[in-house]
């Protein structure tokens, strides 16, 4: 499944039609959202953190 990298990588500068959301949500919001997708659904993914989101910034 990965480290969730991709995903906020996604978030932060976009990806095609949809927009980036750096500046419109926090690192922290970044890192609640990322961590439901990744772990609900049947999914088990590991835990990011905004730290890590900070990071990528």
Not at 1 to 19: T, Y
């Amino acid at each position: 499944m990965g480290s969730g990298v991709d995903v906020a990588l996604m978030l932060i500068i976009g990806r095609g039609e949809m927009p980036s959301f750096d500046g419109a949500i926090s690192s922290e919001d970044m890192a609640t959202i990322i961590n439901y997708v990744r772990n609900s659904f049947g999914n088990q993914g590991t835990l990011i953190d905004s730290e890590i989101i900070e990071s990528l910034k």
